[in-house]
């Protein structure tokens, strides 16, 4: 069997596959040459992440392929049901990189509650010059001890959030169209376990009680934070989407940022990826990352061989 890992996979993975007696490919084809590549190498399985796209065409033009998988939650880049009405197998890794996810919102939130973001960019050019300066415009943090974490989107990522605010001391509210309640277990280093029992609530109860927001909802058709919802924030709240482009209106956001109704806000992923608005780059009050949420060394290889399982599973079926 043949498997290209077009967006790449971790060595764990590799080695599972390897270790059957597959061939992994981890070429980095561009779109454009995918189709002509799969079929005059005969790959049986292709392995994408967030930038390869598997639309029907390619499906329809590649014959060979008998599975597709997805390194990650979101599956927005590829045709599934249509795949699936060919009868290809489409896998992806939900709950591997739910962790790296939430801890990278929180890095968001902590570096602009400190000014982080901020300091970064200017202790280097002023440190030495106005450091009492300085010290004096970033003086003014807040800590996340007893604040409200917002959560819109209650799934893996959503909970694993959820359970840093809580481990932080924080009160957690949480929005979800399927979810009404849900049990959280957090695990300590010693052993223990405490259980926290979250209700979920409206979207609008959640936009008026956090003083930070985090979203972790899937592609929308239409905006999930725009201006209406803005307008229902707390003054001075702070925003991280780490979820996708296209789930805030940046132009409402940064209008937002400039007057001031937030305090920060911070953006993993955005409307045009790979090049954001420039006006988003350049403003001071955006913490902002390359669509890195679930590329952590640990995530990365439970990805890899949660997708060798799945792989060797299916073909030992076939």
Avoid: W
């Amino acid at each position: 069997m043949k498997i290209l890992a077009n967006d790449g996979i971790a060595q764990a993975g590799i080695d599972a596959l390897e270790a059957v007696g597959y061939e992994v490919i981890t070429n980095n084809v561009p779109q454009d040459q995918l189709e002509s590549y799969i079929n005059e190498n005969g790959i049986d399985v292709i392995l994408v992440r967030s930038a390869t796209q598997v639309r029907a065409e390619l499906i329809d033009a590649c014959p060979s392929i008998k599975i597709i998988g997805r390194g990650g939650v979101g599956m927005d880049n590829i045709d599934v049901d249509y795949a699936r009405e060919q009868g290809l197998s489409v896998i992806n890794t939900p709950a591997a990189s739910s962790h790296s996810v939430a801890e990278l919102v929180f890095a968001h939130f902590f570096g602009m509650a400190r000014f982080l973001h901020d300091s970064n960019r200017n202790m280097p050019l002023e440190g030495e010059s106005n450091f009492k300066g300085l010290k004096k415009s970033y003086a003014k943090g807040t800590e996340l001890l007893g604040k409200t974490l917002g959560i819109i989107g209650f799934g893996r990522i959503g909970q694993e959030t959820a359970k840093i605010g809580l481990g932080l001391g924080m009160k957690v509210v949480a929005f979800d169209l399927f979810i009404k309640e849900q049990t959280l277990s957090l695990d300590f280093f010693d052993g223990q376990k405490v259980d926290f029992n979250i209700e979920t609530v409206s979207k609008e109860e959640v936009l008026k009680q956090a003083d930070f927001l985090s979203l972790h909802v899937p592609a929308q058709d239409e905006y999930v934070i725009s201006d209406k919802e803005i307008a229902m924030m707390k003054s001075g709240a702070f925003l991280v989407n780490a979820a996708r482009g296209g789930v805030v209106n940046e132009v409402a956001l940064v209008a937002a940022l400039d007057a001031n109704k937030l305090n920060g806000a911070a953006l993993d992923v955005f409307e045009k990826e790979p090049t954001p608005e420039v006006q988003l780059l350049m403003n001071p009050y955006l913490s902002l990352t390359p669509h890195i949420g679930g590329a952590t060394v640990e995530a990365q290889s439970r990805i890899g061989t949660e997708l060798a399982s799945q792989i060797i599973s299916i073909f030992k079926e076939l």
